[in-house]
């Protein structure tokens, strides 16, 4: 299994992106609970409050596509997405760093 990591660009509408912060702040809240997630940090662009972005790591893709499977179609996705102008979700190959075990395998 090899670890999935990516960022999500998401601009909300005018005048929005607080309320959508909180939604993902909540989403991530709820990601406590669950092992496969490794790492979620919401994040507001410092110089564009509408503009949101998402840090993720998972400890599969079997597992992320777990975790979207069981939010498509919620309520709260949903309530999310009505505040959501333009998404883009940048898929990233996990090479190390900080917090890594120096194969990439798991945390130190």
């Known amino acids: 299994m ?18 959508l ?11 406590n609970a669950n092992p496969a997630c490794e790492l979620y940090l919401v994040n507001r662009q410092a110089d564009a409050s509408d503009t949101i972005w998402v840090t993720e790591l998972w400890r599969s893709q079997t597992d992320l596509d777990a975790a979207l499977e069981q939010i498509k179609g919620s309520p709260d996705t949903a309530a999310a997405m009505k505040l959501v102008q333009a998404a883009e979700m940048i898929e990233l190959d996990l090479l190390g760093g ?11």
């Open 2 to 19: 090899s670890r999935i990591a990516r960022y999500g660009k998401l601009v909300a509408h005018d005048g929005r992106g607080r309320e």
């Open 21 to 31: 912060a909180g939604l993902l702040l909540t989403a991530a809240a709820r990601l």
């Open 98 to 108: 900080k917090g890594l075990a120096p194969d990439g395998t798991g945390t130190v």
